[in-house]
């Protein structure tokens, strides 16, 4: 079963713009973390936010995480055209487990 | 450091027909993931392994799915026999007790297409 919902399904920008992506989750979580998916590639780990952290920070990238509301959102600033993939959140639970959500497909044109 | 490997990149088979899948984890990584990724969707949990032991493998269809870690390190994911729903990315990954918790890294997946 999966976990997280994404919200936007689908986001198309403009290279420069920020993109936000959201993601809500059911259960009581360990952590939170976003992965990237290029086309015919596999995951890459983004970033990583605890339980008990409610904002974290990795180069071009924020991520909130708000317990109380078992949301997160993910933002990318100032977009690039290599930013074009899809975006998983996924809900760290148990010992090393992670549920993935839905995904969020983003579009960069340049 | 060498990444998460997976073999092969591709496979078609017809339904019915039995397929195979190898994994070789980031040397160290004592945790194995397989996940089926369908297109449109995030990656399902198949079955986790810690060492050659299986910590969860609670949403494998044991009846056609099976999966093996011998010794600890490689592991091979078996399909038979393969239903046309299965088409799917099959997707590997490893995490180390030393990184951060959860934090997987994972392999270019094999894609399935089952006609």
């Known amino acids: 079963s999966q976990q997280g919902e994404e919200d936007p399904q689908a986001l198309s920008i403009q290279e420069g713009e920020n993109a936000t992506m959201n993601c809500s989750y059911k259960?009581?979580?360990?952590?939170l973390q976003w992965y990237r998916q290029n086309s015919g590639r596999g995951l890459v780990h983004l970033i990583l936010?605890?339980?008990?952290?409610r904002e974290k920070h990795s180069g071009r990238l924020r991520v909130t995480l708000d317990t109380s509301k078992k949301s997160s959102s993910l933002l990318i600033t100032a977009s690039r055209a290599a930013d074009t993939a899809s975006y998983f959140c996924?809900?760290?639970?148990?010992?090393?487990?992670?549920?993935f959500g839905t995904g969020t497909r983003l579009l960069v044109s340049p | 450091e060498a990444g998460v490997a997976q073999s092969p990149r591709y496979k078609i088979i017809e339904k019915r027909q039995s397929v195979a899948f190898w994994c070789n984890p980031i040397?160290?990584?004592?945790?194995l993931y397989w996940y089926q990724q369908i297109l449109g969707q995030g990656p399902k949990l198949l079955i986790q392994?810690?060492?050659?032991?299986?910590?969860?493998d609670s949403q494998l269809p044991k009846d056609r799915f099976s999966a093996e870690r011998l010794k600890g390190v490689d592991s091979t994911l078996k399909i038979q026999p393969a239903k046309l729903e299965d088409s799917a990315v099959y997707l590997c990954?490893?995490?180390?007790?030393?990184?951060?918790?959860?934090?997987?890294?994972f392999g270019p997946g094999t894609r399935l297409t089952v006609t």
């Open positions: 990954a490893s995490s180390s007790p030393g990184a951060a918790v959860g934090e997987q890294y």
């Open positions: 259960t009581s979580i360990n952590n």
């Open positions: 936010i605890r339980s008990n952290e």
């Open positions: 996924a809900t760290g639970t148990g010992f090393q487990k992670l549920v």
């Open positions: 040397s160290g990584h004592a945790t």
């Open positions: 392994f810690q060492n050659n032991g299986v910590v969860d």
